[in-house]
């Protein structure tokens, strides 16, 4: 294997991108969602295109978190700052539901699945009776999944939800999770299938890890993952009778984040303290700002 692979995006580049994505698909939802834009005029073909290139987001917000996860050095306290944005998400959104005229703005949070996806590995990697505990966010993630089913069942009376509403979904639910325990566990993969290899017993594990061909491998497997993932979701979802949730036919668009994800070099870039900061707090902040014009669009 060349060791020298070149490697260009990191972590900052990542964000970035993410960042600006995001914020795109979530111009696209909130269009999507008001009542003043018609189905098939330029502003609802506007909505649609930020929702496809939106799609690429949360795959790198994904696998940025698994980088995360691996990375701190204090896991309870990276937890605490992703529980401390949701809650905020939360009350805000929580705020919204109960204004009938606001209440097209609620929707499910991709913070939700973050925190949830988080907390599952986090439990599950826990000794003792702590790994119970893995089944809470796991029963959230599967129950968002089961909300969305339900709700996509028009032909019958589903009243359950009513006490599940959608802003309290893990929005991406089992695709989330899927993408998520790919990106995470393919450093071990890529562990195991070098364990027998040549180069290790000439260059060392510690030699090999340093090397950009480790992080190269460690893209290649977590990314092949992330494909098999949508494509067989999409798949399922194709040939179901069953009205999808995931809306795969959109997700789809994801996979062009393949190349970004693949190409990332495993530093962090530019990774100043206001930067740390900035990136918790944009996302509340955007989301809160969306639903202020938005809302007083509707109300004025």
Partial sequence: MNLNKKLYFSEFVLKIIGIVLMTLDHIGLFL???PFIESGSAGDTVA????CVGRLAMPIFLFMLAEGMHKTHDRANYLLRLASI?????VAEFILYLIPQTQFLTFAQPFTDLLMC?????FLEKKGWWKILSLLPLG??????AAGTANSLTQYDVTWTEYFPSFCWAGYSLFALLLFLGFYYAPKLAELFMKNSPLIEEIGWDNFKESSGYQWLKNLIGCGIFVIVVVV???ISYLSSIPDPLNMSLQTYCLIAFPLLFLYNGKR?????WWRYANYFYYPVHIIILGVIFGL???L
């Fill in 32 to 34: 999507q969602m008001s």
């Fill in 118 to 122: 988080a907390l599952f590995i986090y």
């Fill in 140 to 145: 959230w993630i599967i129950l968002s999944y």
């Fill in 48 to 51: 649609f295109a930020f929702r």
């Fill in 269 to 273: 870039g530019y990774d100043k303290k």
């Fill in 86 to 90: 949701w809650a905020i998400l939360f």
């Fill in 297 to 299: 669009i509707i109300l």
């Fill in 233 to 235: 979701l999409w798949g």
